[in-house]
C-alpha cells in the first residue's frame, strides 16, 4: 500500500498501518488479494526447517504505529506465521521477536520472485514495479477502504527503488546463483518497506533483518 503522510502511514485513519488481512488458512489476504501460507512444496509458513538462534530483537520501544506496538515491522497478520505469539483484536500478528516479522515478509517476497506466489498467477516478479503491481494494486484503496485514496504501486516502486539505488525496472536479484536470498538485496528492501510502513526515518536494530532472513528454510536462508 502507499502512505504519503511522512510521519506516520496512515491506512485507516486511525495512525496504525494495515499491511496484511488474515483470511481462512492456509492463505492470506492482502488488500484484497490472496497471498499464500504455504509454499510450492506444501510447507506451511510456521515450519522453520533450520531453528532459532538465541537472538532476540523487541522493537516496541521505536514507535507508537500499529506494527511496532505489535514488535512486527512488516505490519503482517494471523496467527499461522512461524514465531507469532497470537494477534491483536484485528487480527495483526504478535511476535515475542521481531526477527520473525521479518522472516514473514522476507518469505512472501520469495515466493512473488520464484514464481511460486498462487496468487501472482506463479509468474515470477523479478522487478519493484511488478512486485508492488501485485503488493499494493492501483486497483485497491489504501487500506481497501470505502472512500481512501487509491494505490500508488508506481509511487511505492520509486520510493523503495531510491532508497535501494535501482531502478524500479530493474531485476532485483532477491536470490543467488543457488536459488538463495541475497541479503545484499534483502535487507535494505526490507528496510525500505518497514520504513514506509512507519515512519521513513525509522531506525531498525542492527542485526534483526539478518536474524530473520537466516530463520528462513533451508532452502532459501543465505548462504554461510
Request: proline fraction near 7%; charge should be negative; aromatic fraction near 8%.
Amino acid at each position: 500500500m502507499l502512505h504519503r503522510a511522512e510521519r506516520y502511514h496512515d491506512s485507516d485513519g486511525s495512525g496504525d498501518s494495515v499491511v496484511l488481512e488474515f483470511g481462512s488458512p492456509p492463505q492470506l489476504t492482502y488488500m484484497g488479494r490472496v497471498m499464500e501460507a504455504v509454499d510450492a512444496r506444501g510447507g506451511v509458513l510456521h515450519h522453520d526447517e533450520r531453528g532459532p538462534s538465541s537472538n532476540v530483537y523487541d522493537v516496541r520501544g521505536l514507535g507508537t504505529t500499529l506494527g511496532l506496538r505489535n514488535n512486527s515491522p512488516w505490519n503482517m497478520k494471523g496467527t499461522g506465521w512461524e514465531g507469532a505469539s497470537g494477534a491483536d483484536e484485528r487480527g495483526h500478528s504478535r511476535f515475542d521477536d521481531a526477527a520473525y516479522s521479518a522472516r514473514a515478509a522476507a518469505y512472501q517476497l520469495l515466493l512473488y520472485y520464484t514464481g511460486e506466489s498462487r496468487a501472482a498467477g506463479r509468474v515470477p516478479l523479478r522487478t519493484l514495479e511488478e512486485i508492488f503491481g501485485t503488493y499494493a494494486p492501483e486497483s485497491d484503496t489504501v487500506g481497501s477502504l470505502p472512500g481512501r485514496p487509491r494505490n500508488d504501486p508506481n509511487a511505492y516502486a520509486q520510493w523503495v527503488a531510491t532508497q535501494m539505488g535501482i531502478r524500479p525496472a530493474a531485476d532485483i536479484r532477491l536470490v543467488d546463483g543457488r536459488g538463495r536470498i541475497a541479503p545484499a538485496v534483502a535487507v535494505p528492501l526490507l528496510s525500505a518497506i518497514a520504513r514506509n510502513e512507519h515512519v521513513r526515518y525509522l531506525a531498525l536494530p542492527d542485526g534483526l533483518i539478518e536474524e530473520g532472513l537466516r530463520r528462513l528454510p533451508e532452502r532459501w536462508a543465505p548462504a554461510d
